[in-house]
């Protein structure tokens, strides 16, 4: 029965969701889009989608329905920083 439960997993389509606080630098913002990105491009996931929030309160709750409407039946939340270092 395991097995067959393993594989059920395995074949549903699994999006990564990246989240990150969102910035007043365009640039730092673009840097999650670009990261996503690349993600698509390596593969490993379904969907690769990117979600911007400005505080615990206004995260995005659209960004997992656009998973969801685009079929993913698992949705892994990675929530990142992409600041920018000061030089």
């Not at 990117?50 to 698992?74: H, K, N, T, Y």
């Amino acid at each position: 029965m395991a097995p067959k439960f393993f594989a059920r997993i395995a074949a549903m389509k699994t999006a990564l969701l990246l989240i990150a606080h969102g910035s007043r630098q365009p640039e730092a913002n673009a840097d999650l889009q670009h990261l996503a990105a690349l993600l698509r491009q390596r593969g490993g996931y379904d969907l690769v989608e990117a979600s911007l929030f400005w505080s615990w309160r206004s995260i995005d709750p659209e960004a997992g329905a656009r998973c969801v409407r685009q079929g993913a039946r698992r949705v892994v939340c990675c929530r990142i920083s992409c600041r920018q270092a000061s030089t």
